[in-house]
């Protein structure tokens, strides 16, 4: 049976389930192996933190291709029939090329909900409806929708425990994600903003458009946070983050700083993936700690 999915850079018709699939990010490539798939596989890339010990072994199975984004022309020689990515930056002309030009090819494409801007505007905050939606999609596609819909049972009932009593009690909060100089943080509308409101916590920089912001140090000495979650990657440790604040003359007299109050979350925790639920889970458990 034919089926058509529909991408940022327009749609694919499918004849058959995808036998020879590729994921382009660790987000992507998680809910591949949650919904089981990964002897579809024949390719993942571009890691940002450890694969949860649940799914290790299946990806222990899969060929990397790349640390970062694979060349083009390795992804072609893997004859790949679906490219699956977790960011629209994999399809940039920087990295593998239009969406449009892989369909040209024969290759299905389709890249996570809530990463394609066209839509989503960038004032509008993100619920996790994208996360159904992905493994929706994605299940139908591979003609495993019943294994989709008991993800998404099993998710919403693990947020609505988690979120009962709101852990956070409206306290303020900074998200590092990375950047010394000027720190990278969160904006009003992406998956680590739906994540402090799940629980509860009110985000110094919820007013920045976008899912993420780049902000001042200035701005946020001046809101002087309650408590701080240093998100946790390959590529911009939780370590390296509190490191920095600590050893600074003006940022070590933060008070969450001074009263040590850091909630620690891996990068994949915070988007709106497999493992968002983990995070919101995670948060609350470390909310509670700390109280």
């Known amino acids: 049976m034919a089926n058509t999915l529909e991408s940022c850079g327009g749609s694919f018709t499918f004849d058959a389930a995808p036998e020879r699939a590729i994921t382009l990010n660790q987000q992507a490539t998680e809910v591949m192996l949650a919904l089981g798939l990964e002897e579809r596989m024949v390719g993942t890339a571009y890691m940002d933190d450890e694969i949860p010990e649940q799914w290790r072994d299946a990806y222990d199975q899969i060929p990397v291709l790349a640390e970062r984004y694979p060349a083009a022309e390795v992804v072609l020689s893997a ?138 140090w200035e701005f946020v000495v001046e809101n002087d946070p309650e408590l701080i979650v240093l998100i946790e990657a390959d590529w911009s440790t939780a370590d390296e983050k509190r490191r920095h604040m600590e050893s600074d003359p003006v940022l070590s007299e933060l008070t969450a700083v001074q009263e040590g109050n850091y909630l620690v979350i891996p990068f994949s925790e915070t988007l709106l993936g497999m493992r968002f639920v983990d995070g919101v889970e995670r948060l609350a458990a470390e909310l509670e700690a700390l109280d």
Request: proline share 4%.
């Open 79 to 216: 004859d790949p029939d679906f490219l699956f990515a977790g960011f629209a930056s994999a399809f940039s002309p920087d990295n593998l090329g239009s969406e449009s030009d892989w369909h040209d090819l024969g290759v299905g494409t389709y890249i996570v909900d809530a990463s394609c801007s066209d839509w989503h505007a960038a004032d509008e905050p993100k619920t996790t409806a994208s996360i159904y939606n992905d493994l929706r999609e994605v299940g139908r596609v591979f003609e495993v929708s019943d294994r989709a819909e008991s993800l998404i049972e099993d998710i919403e009932q693990r947020l609505a425990a988690a979120t009962e009593g709101q852990p956070g009690n409206n306290r303020s909060v900074f998200v590092y994600d990375s950047n010394l100089d000027s720190p990278f943080s969160v904006g009003c509308c992406g998956g680590p903003a739906l994540l402090m409101n799940l629980v509860g916590l009110e985000s110094i920089s919820a007013g920045e458009e976008g899912n993420w912001a780049t902000l001042s």
